[in-house]
């Protein structure tokens, strides 16, 4: 069941000043923008765009810190670029990392993070996992090397090897729950209804890091220290107005 956000955290979101990374802790709300990104590494094509959440430096895990995300869509895809405080080995050590997505926006519904955050799917890498059913991943089938880790479906992502500062990933707005052509790897709920239902046009996502032992270490934003919330909102930016077209006249 999607729930209403809380108006107060929304206000509160909303008027925060983006200037000190200690202010991006807790719900954050991003700015939406309409941009259409090349996942190839070059993060030119985000000039322009002001961080979503910015991260301290320090607080990092096993392998990552993240320093800030950028967030963007355009009609078929929705971007998110991960910006680490120096060059870090993102292809090789990728699922000690995580980008949660809590679709209905309800805490309580999907995988309960340690944090206060449940999320319907998450993305390690390329991969997407179904995480509606509580569990880390919503599969039949064990998980194995055979069948992919239980992924049902796969994101951009750029660069996947060498130390790197920033990733870029996309992935379609258009996507749904459901087995692939192969039937790999048993989703429990194969429904084929949307992961960004178009009845709503926002969902919260927030990134995660973890130590050796895979017990989450960092989280981008930083969690609410008196109510452990985490997450950044975000709102689908429509396509930009069209000119008026002469041809009406
Ligand atoms: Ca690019
Ligand atoms: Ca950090
Ligand atoms: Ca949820
Ligand atoms: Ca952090």
Redesign the pocket.
Known sequence: MRQAFPLSLLILGLSGIPSLSQEYYGIVTAVPVYRTIVVDGDVSDWDGIAPACL???G??GLHY???ACYLANDRDYFYFRITF?SPQPYGDYFWYLNTGFDTDMDSNTGHRWPAVFGSEFNIQGRQVFDQRCGDWVCTIDPASEENLWGTFAYVDVAPMEGNVTDVEFAIRRDLVYKNMEDGQPGLSNPDESPLFDPEFNDFILVFETEDETFTSV?W?PDTDPNSNETGIIYTFAPPPADVPGWDLY
Do not use: I, K, Y
Request: net charge negative; proline share 9%.
């Open positions: 991260d301290p430096s607080d990092g810190d993240f320093a405080t960092e981008m």
